[in-house]
């Protein structure tokens, strides 16, 4: 894909080299912030650091990322997915991202070999977009708070935890407001938490924000058409991501080619989906088939 391939790009100019390690008796450690900026982009890594008591020997690993450039002002999200117990990882991978009380956000990311070939070791990372204006991105820039989001496989008990301090924090909300200001808005990057008028939304946030596989074209939907695609899911961005692909002109409704779509016929296929690659390729090898595309839809709504 175009966009990921230039997101890419701009990761390798703004990689920060490190090498990586195993360490067992380190004397210190944490995690450093370190925030990079320009017109053309902006970059911000967490990297995990140890040094050892009487030895110049320092082991970094780096364990998140988050970069916007002009042409794509959505953060792009790469983390370290660690599993424990050798659970297996896929070129694709449902993740969770914990948040406070036992919420959680589900994304679906993507293996992102080139990360892994910044960070100088073999270890897996994943990436894929969130919103400025995530309910991750207000836990990490909160000053004050004692709750450190948690990035992992789903499910899964390893990942990242994302341990970061005040200062750190000064640096999230810099990289926050200069992707908003590539894409003309402004970032909620209160030092305090907001206060919200109801509960978080992630799924209604990504699906109102840029659709990176139409050109970062914005539509701001209706509520109704916000329930037809999240149903009860709103801390999950998945459902939003297929409603992305299905009426970005690139899925095909009958056999003829046709694309575009309806967006209550789009948000039927992919009503609190989990998985939309699968769902979607349901739907088009069912059309493939010769059914009608509601009759695919009622077929394909039984796949994640």
């Known amino acids: 894909m175009a966009i990921k391939n230039s997101l890419r790009a701009v990761a390798l100019a703004l990689a920060i080299c490190i090498s990586a390690a195993p360490n067992s008796h380190a004397s210190s450690f944490g995690i450093q912030w370190v925030y990079f900026s320009s017109s053309d982009g902006a970059r911000i890594s967490a990297i995990w650091t140890?040094?050892?008591l009487g030895s110049d020997e320092v082991t970094r690993r780096h364990v998140f990322s988050a970069l916007c450039n002009p042409q794509q002002p959505t953060p792009?999200?790469?983390?370290?997915?660690d599993p424990r117990g050798g659970s297996p990882l896929h070129p694709s991978q449902n993740l969770k991202i914990r948040l406070e009380d036992g919420n959680h956000i589900f994304v679906a990311g993507d293996i992102d070999r080139i990360a892994s070939a910044n960070a100088g070791d073999n270890l897996p990372r994943y990436s894929f977009f969130l919103p400025a204006t995530s309910p991750f991105f207000r836990a990490l820039t909160n000053d004050g708070s004692r709750f450190y989001p948690k990035i992992d496989s789903d499910p899964g008990d390893g990942g990242t935890r994302l341990v970061i301090n005040n200062s750190d924090r000064q640096k999230l909300r810099d990289f926050l407001n200069h992707c908003a200001s590539f894409a003309g808005t402004t970032a909620n990057t209160a030092q305090e938490p907001a206060q919200q008028p109801e509960r978080p939304h992630a799924c209604r946030d990504f699906l109102n924000g840029p659709n990176s596989y139409a050109g970062n074209s914005v539509?701001?939907?209706?509520?109704e058409i916000v329930d037809a695609v999240c149903g009860n899911l709103r801390m999950d961005v998945r459902p939003a991501v297929c409603m992305h692909i299905v009426t970005s002109g690139n899925v095909a409704w009958n056999q003829t080619g046709a694309s575009q779509w309806e967006d209550a016929n789009a948000a039927s296929l992919c009503y609190q989906s989990q998985n939309p690659g699968l769902r979607i390729d349901c739907f088009l090898r069912e059309v493939k088939r010769g059914n009608?595309?509601?009759v695919a839809v009622n077929i394909c709504n039984q796949v994640n």
């Open 50 to 52: 140890a040094s050892f």
């Open 76 to 81: 792009y999200v790469t983390a370290l997915i």
């Open 292 to 294: 009608e595309w509601y």
């Open 219 to 223: 539509r701001i939907h209706a509520p």
